[in-house]
């Protein structure tokens, strides 16, 4: 759906992303990708909070991917966009 080829991103997203990340200032992406892991840990401990620690995090991660992909792929499209857009709009 969003892995196609695409004229405005001059390939694909995913490629473009990995394209900004390579190129770009190495502070900035560092800075980003710091962000996503400090997400990423919100969001983990918030489900634990829900669900209970022990609970499989990767099981439940991966049951989602397979049973919404949809959902999944639309939102990595939106992350990699997001992404970006906040390196390059720093970059400059």
Avoid: W
């Avoid at 892995?3 to 900035?28: S, V």
């Avoid at 969001?43 to 991966?62: Q, T, W, Y």
């Avoid at 992909?69 to 390059?88: C, N």
């Amino acid at each position: 759906m969003f892995l196609e080829d695409d004229e405005l991103f001059g390939g694909t997203p995913e490629k473009k992303y990995f394209d900004t990340i390579f190129n770009a200032n190495q502070n900035l992406v560092e800075y980003q990708l710091l962000k996503n892991l400090e997400r990423i840990a919100v969001l983990e401990h918030l489900l634990e909070e829900k669900m209970g620690e022990d609970i499989d995090m990767d099981k439940i991660v991966r049951e989602f991917a397979i049973n919404n992909p949809e959902i999944v792929s639309k939102r990595v499209f939106d992350l990699q966009v997001t992404g970006m857009g906040d390196i390059i709009s720093q970059n400059e």
